[in-house]
């Protein structure tokens, strides 16, 4: 089946002013105290403060998420903190297909009913939107998952997304595909307005829509997507009408957001960063180890997945700051908090790997 090939966030002082000398003397303490507390932080930082190089400084923690019986694969991240993250996926038992992380201790969260979760993504720890292959929708309310709707796109006999973002919590896209019986396919968007999910109508276009990313610089959504038959992938801009084509590649090419900007691995060493208009090379990794994506919070503290295991860029160099134990390891997905980077690996099992600066 298509979907299974695809699968693939100044002290406080009292003074006592007694004349003209003490309200000086204020005025120079402030003063000092403004300058001082204007000084670049050194660790990085999530936040409206440019953030200085990325350390490396990380105590590593290896979990094995076990399943109960058969294959696990869980795709899919997302969290609203570090001790609260989702990760979710595909399941030989419907009671392994979601995993929520409260700070200690990854736990099985199933849902009441049959799901094979793809995409995830909320607004906030008690408003978070999942889709399922069987075309469904699913939303969690802090306390526990329910089945929202199940959609039809007309003239197919099943559909699924595959990634999900948004600004708010009446405005969330997902992206997938509809296939037919005979193997015909083509690339949908839903959207959630707040109250229903529905299709946005684009033209019919023979695509597996994989991800979505809202690009505030031009308050519209790059989407990525590939032609099974060829290879090809295509990096659409999606202004929440239309698309259109912007760039396209071929090999293994990945969308990849890092704060509030989109950049392409175009299945190369290289990186391209997108700005307003085009892709423009931000990095070339040739002759390192790395293998692709990234996950970070600025362009100089940012992961990537390396041939040798979890890379590390900090605005200097790229080096590989956890190896993975065997070269049967593959990805499946990272997320970054300010403190936090958390990864999900596969090899006989899926592995969480948890990087926490000292």
């Not at 300058?35 to 590593?60: A, E, V």
């Not at 607004?123 to 939303?139: P, T």
């Not at 396919?185 to 809202?214: A, C, F, R, T």
Request: charged share 20%.
């Amino acid at each position: 089946m298509l979907k299974q090939i695809m699968r693939y966030q100044i002290p406080g002082s009292t003074l006592l002013v007694k004349n003209t000398m003490d309200i000086k003397f204020l005025i120079i303490l402030v003063i000092l105290l403004l300058l001082q507390s204007c000084k670049s932080p050194t660790g990085p930082k999530i936040g409206n403060n440019p953030p200085g190089p990325g350390r490396r400084d990380y105590t590593w923690t290896v979990d094995t998420l076990e399943a109960i019986e058969g294959y696990m694969s869980l795709y899919y991240l997302w969290g609203a903190a570090a001790n609260d993250l989702w990760a979710v996926g595909s399941a030989y038992r419907n009671a392994d297909c979601i995993w929520h992380y409260n700070g200690v201790k990854w736990e099985r969260t199933p849902a009441s009913g049959l799901i094979d979760p793809c995409g995830i993504w909320g607004s906030g720890n008690n408003n978070i939107w999942m889709g399922s292959s069987d075309a469904s929708f699913w939303h969690y309310d802090g306390l526990s998952w329910s089945r929202i709707c199940q959609y039809k796109i007309q003239g197919y006999d099943y559909a699924l997304t595959q990634r999900m973002d948004g600004i708010a919590p009446n405005e969330i896209y997902a992206v997938g595909f509809a296939q037919k019986e005979n193997g015909e396919y083509k690339g949908i968007i839903m959207h959630y307005d707040g109250k229903n999910w529905e299709q946005v109508s684009i033209p019919d276009q023979i695509i597996i829509l994989s991800n979505i990313y809202y690009n505030q610089q031009t308050d519209k959504y790059l989407i990525s997507g590939f032609v099974n038959e060829t290879g090809e992938n295509i990096i659409y801009l999606f202004d929440r009408k239309t698309l259109k084509i912007i760039n396209s590649c071929y090999n293994n090419c990945w969308l990849n957001k890092v704060k509030d900007k989109i950049y392409l691995n175009d299945g190369t060493q290289r990186i391209y960063r997108y700005d307003k208009t085009k892709f423009n090379l931000f990095k070339d990794f040739t002759g390192t180890n790395y293998g692709g994506r990234m996950w970070g919070r600025s362009e100089i503290d940012f992961f990537t997945d390396n041939r040798d295991g979890i890379g590390h860029y900090n605005g200097t160099n790229l080096v590989t700051v956890f190896k993975r134990f065997s070269n049967d390891w593959s990805i499946y997905e990272s997320i970054v908090f300010e403190n936090d980077f958390f990864s999900t690996w596969r090899n006989d099992t899926t592995i969480s790997i948890h990087g926490k600066l000292r």
